[in-house]
């Protein structure tokens, strides 16, 4: 089992940068492939960017390629999601999430995800 805490959410202005961190403990977590998800009041949780468990794969929705990036250090057991040029439909709570099985590839549904963190909030201002 893993557990999972997201961090570096907060307030900012339409065009600025955000980076969140997810940090993984409970086991080695160069086998778990991770996924980035957003939620916004009122919609369903969607897919943002996920990454394979060596680093090697990524994968983006279709609004985010471009401005935002996944990027892991598995030395430290963290994932990181580094967002510039925010919008503010970008607005959401942030949740990473984590699957050991497949570990090596990317997954984008939801489903595909068996640990969650507690969300971090990101607000874009206009």
């Known amino acids: 089992q893993v557990q999972l805490a997201e961090s570096g959410g907060g307030l900012v202005r339409a065009g600025g940068s955000l980076r969140l961190s997810c940090a993984a403990s409970g086991r080695t977590f160069s086998n778990y492939a991770m996924g980035w998800f957003r939620q916004a009041p009122g919609k369903e949780r969607e897919f943002v960017a996920a990454?394979?468990?060596?680093?090697?794969?990524?994968s983006y929705a279709d609004s985010m390629k471009g401005r935002f990036t996944i990027s892991r250090d598995n030395s430290n057991g963290t994932v990181y999601l580094q967002m510039n040029t925010l919008k503010p439909e970008d607005t959401a709570v942030y949740y990473c999430?984590?699957?050991?099985?497949?570990?090596?590839?990317?997954?984008?549904?939801?489903?595909?995800?068996?640990?969650w963190g507690q969300g971090t909030q990101v607000t874009v201002s206009s």
């Open positions: 999430a984590a699957r050991n099985f497949g570990w090596d590839t990317v997954w984008r549904a939801p489903g595909s995800y068996t640990y």
């Open positions: 990454i394979s468990g060596s680093g090697s794969s990524t």
